[in-house]
């Protein structure tokens, strides 16, 4: 009979010590042009270094979900890491507390949050509380922290109540013992009364987590009572930390992260990179980071945010100079002499969209081992004929790994 | 822990309202140069409406069923609307059915019958009978619907016995109750008898249904026993409809489909598409189809079967006019203003080789949307160039979803 391996469980068995490995990351790289027969952003921008690395090394187009699908960052981000997001759900309320910088703990249930707008009889109105502003939902869930935050501490349990944007904010219940498979009690549809949480698990956890959460949604709901618009909630998501097999185990690379954003941070930790903590949040300082833990790790992820941003802002030329001072620092990651070097980015974020895009991801893998193809520059177009063609953005790790002398050869 | 997705639900799960998608299939479109150093017949065809999508636009090669695996009609289709087709199993007796045009019901068993020869003692001499011709095919179907079409009556069962082509036949039985997992009668080879036909799903339905159409075999072989060719038949394939998951449902798309021979009617049908009646069996009445329902649907399959039958003739030239003559009609689709616009075919006919073929397909995505890539004309060498690279055919619909703004970005 064949034995099923899963892909972790080959990398498990294959890893050997070798070179490092950098993977920099560039946020919703890929662009489009913004008018027909243009250029993209990453086509415009005049990146010497970068042309210099698909020149030496190889380039392609990654697919970051699935074809047609636009990524949101966490996905995208699990995906880079080579955990397919489609297999390794992450729940919502986990997700909405990276996104936020809230350190989740092994004893967390996470939960995203929604206010609501319910008449007397508790009929929902609204399902987003006729999308409140983002001060009044700090406002909201600093007057629900107060209340309720230490409701519970007779069952050894500590409620947090994070604001997040508009109407949306996370709730996170941490103590001993919680667990189980809970449903949501968002009915999606107004005139309907919100559901209870209840436990799908059957186990003690998840009654005990079931019958904790609703009493805090009780009480919850009466804090809000008096609001002209955020009179109630909803809970969705609900969700631990779905601890993943840890990256440093399944490639046995001690790995590191140099993000300046919290949500990039997160989802390192989710997967057991260590975070480096530096001053500063320009493309230098990272790489001030990445020079003075050089000799900790083997592996490390640097997170550069604003390209995506200028996408989300439908700013092109502040894109493009974005680019260009990552491509101004790449002498000095090649100075530390990596065994594979990879830029790319989690999505495409083009500023004619103003928005994350399903678009794949130009890529490029520079190493001295690298096959050189024939493309001589880092672009969406050339990308199209480099070396690794379209390809799934989880299969970005094992090819560096390889690159880098960091896997034995399969059978004799 | 994580939760296992398939490809369909995540398509229920994320698909929103958007623009419209067109499907344009030209059966059998892709081909070879009738000498070496030649042209196929996509690059001899004069198509300036069809480059000036490949150009706006991104080409590729479309791998139908698995690489080096000559498609038939039913899986090719299947696979175009996004259904694996080595996952999804349909019955010879299902394809047959809707090769004919017979519209199966959910309590129908369908078969493929072949005619075929035996000797005094009933050992199978011929087990195409001869290959006798299509019009003895339609007597003798005749004869037996004439002869057996009630025998079946007192279990409130309908026979229903179908001509298809040469030796071919469907026999279709139904009535309620029918199913189970049966086998074949043929022993696929000369020189033995056939078998019964039994059951291996243990169920009563299963069992019973055996038994009925082991009766309905006996006494068809008796009508035939005179017969100087065909004196006796085999059923192979049987089955019921599958039931496939809907299209209109995985996708949240009323979908329309536009084709002139029932074959392409059938499969549709199978996925839960909605058949447009219209005059005519030109391109150009179909894109009339297309305009009158335009408003009706969200996803339009348009089928287009000349260049495969010309293909199958070996008539170069006129396969070269068929794509000419629908290149022509692009400018009324484009008028329609749709989201994505996809230009492909089923599979490849190369005139030159009289036949379908295991050749990748040349596709075009047209979108407002789409990333340009560098190609600027529509045929099987440009496409290899083409910005979707080398694609399973299943991706092409959740790549239209995507361009058309149809799926909802996945996590936060």
């Given at each position: 009979?064949?034995?099923?391996?899963?892909?972790?469980?080959?990398?498990?068995?294959?890893?050997?010590?070798?070179?490092?490995?950098?993977?920099?990351?560039?946020?919703?790289?890929?662009?489009?042009?913004?008018?027909?027969?243009?250029?993209?952003?990453?086509?415009?921008?005049?990146?010497?270094?970068?042309?210099?690395?698909?020149?030496?090394?190889?380039?392609?187009?990654?697919?970051?979900?699935?074809?047609?699908?636009?990524?949101?960052?966490?996905?995208?981000?699990?995906?880079?890491?080579?955990?397919?997001?489609?297999?390794?759900?992450?729940?919502?309320?986990?997700?909405?507390?990276?996104g936020i910088g809230f350190a989740l703990t092994a004893d967390d249930i996470a939960a995203r949050g929604n206010f609501a707008s319910v008449d007397a009889e508790g009929f929902i109105t609204d399902r987003r509380a006729g999308r409140i502003s983002?001060?009044?939902?700090?406002?909201?869930?600093?007057?629900?922290?107060?209340?309720?935050?230490?409701?519970?501490?007779?069952?050894?349990?500590?409620?947090f109540v994070e604001p997040v944007k508009e109407h949306r904010f996370v709730l996170v219940i941490r103590g001993e013992g919680l667990g189980g498979?809970?449903?949501?009690?968002?009915?999606?549809?107004?005139?309907?009364?919100?559901?209870?949480?209840?436990?799908?698990?059957?186990?003690?956890?998840?009654?005990?987590?079931?019958?904790?959460?609703?009493?805090?949604?009780?009480?919850?709901?009466?804090?809000?009572?008096?609001e002209p618009k955020a009179n109630s909630l909803n809970l969705r998501g609900l969700a631990k930390d779905p601890g993943l097999p840890r990256f440093p185990d399944i490639y046995g690379m001690r790995a590191a992260a140099i993000a300046v954003y919290p949500m990039y941070k997160g989802v390192a930790s989710l997967v057991g990179m260590e975070i480096v903590e530096f001053e500063g949040d320009r493309p230098s300082h990272e790489i001030d980071a990445l020079e003075q833990v050089w000799d900790d790790y083997d592996f490390f992820f640097i997170h550069v945010k604003k390209t995506d941003s200028y996408g989300e802002d439908g700013n092109f030329d502040a894109k493009v100079h974005e680019i260009e001072a990552v491509d101004a620092v790449i002498p000095r990651i090649l100075a530390l002499q990596p065994g594979a070097l990879i830029v790319t980015g989690d999505h495409s974020t083009p500023a004619k969209m103003r928005s994350h895009s399903f678009h794949p991801v130009p890529t490029l893998l520079w190493s001295p081992r690298a096959r050189p193809d024939t493309t001589t520059d880092f672009g969406e177009r050339s990308c199209v004929a480099g070396g690794m063609g379209i390809f799934h953005a989880t299969n970005l790790i094992p090819q560096a790994m390889g690159h880098a002398g960091r896997l034995k050869r399969i059978g004799a």
């Amino acid at each position: 009979m064949p034995s099923v391996f899963t892909e972790f469980d080959l990398m498990t068995e294959l890893h050997q010590p070798g070179d490092k490995i950098v993977l920099l990351i560039l946020d919703g790289l890929g662009g489009l042009p913004m008018e027909a027969g243009g250029l993209t952003e990453l086509e415009t921008a005049i990146t010497p270094h970068l042309d210099r690395l698909a020149s030496e090394g190889m380039t392609g187009l990654s697919v970051p979900i699935r074809t047609g699908i636009e990524p949101g960052s966490g996905p995208a981000h699990l995906s880079l890491f080579s955990y397919d997001p489609v297999r390794y759900e992450i729940g919502r309320g986990v997700l909405e507390s990276l996104g936020i910088g809230f350190a989740l703990t092994a004893d967390d249930i996470a939960a995203r949050g929604n206010f609501a707008s319910v008449d007397a009889e508790g009929f929902i109105t609204d399902r987003r509380a006729g999308r409140i502003s983002s001060e009044e939902c700090v406002r909201l869930c600093a007057k629900l922290q107060a209340a309720t935050g230490e409701m519970l501490a007779d069952e050894g349990v500590q409620i947090f109540v994070e604001p997040v944007k508009e109407h949306r904010f996370v709730l996170v219940i941490r103590g001993e013992g919680l667990g189980g498979a809970l449903t949501e009690t968002d009915p999606l549809a107004t005139g309907k009364q919100p559901l209870p949480v209840t436990d799908t698990s059957g186990t003690p956890e998840g009654e005990r987590s079931a019958r904790l959460i609703n009493r805090w949604v009780d009480a919850a709901r009466q804090v809000l009572a008096d609001e002209p618009k955020a009179n109630s909630l909803n809970l969705r998501g609900l969700a631990k930390d779905p601890g993943l097999p840890r990256f440093p185990d399944i490639y046995g690379m001690r790995a590191a992260a140099i993000a300046v954003y919290p949500m990039y941070k997160g989802v390192a930790s989710l997967v057991g990179m260590e975070i480096v903590e530096f001053e500063g949040d320009r493309p230098s300082h990272e790489i001030d980071a990445l020079e003075q833990v050089w000799d900790d790790y083997d592996f490390f992820f640097i997170h550069v945010k604003k390209t995506d941003s200028y996408g989300e802002d439908g700013n092109f030329d502040a894109k493009v100079h974005e680019i260009e001072a990552v491509d101004a620092v790449i002498p000095r990651i090649l100075a530390l002499q990596p065994g594979a070097l990879i830029v790319t980015g989690d999505h495409s974020t083009p500023a004619k969209m103003r928005s994350h895009s399903f678009h794949p991801v130009p890529t490029l893998l520079w190493s001295p081992r690298a096959r050189p193809d024939t493309t001589t520059d880092f672009g969406e177009r050339s990308c199209v004929a480099g070396g690794m063609g379209i390809f799934h953005a989880t299969n970005l790790i094992p090819q560096a790994m390889g690159h880098a002398g960091r896997l034995k050869r399969i059978g004799a």
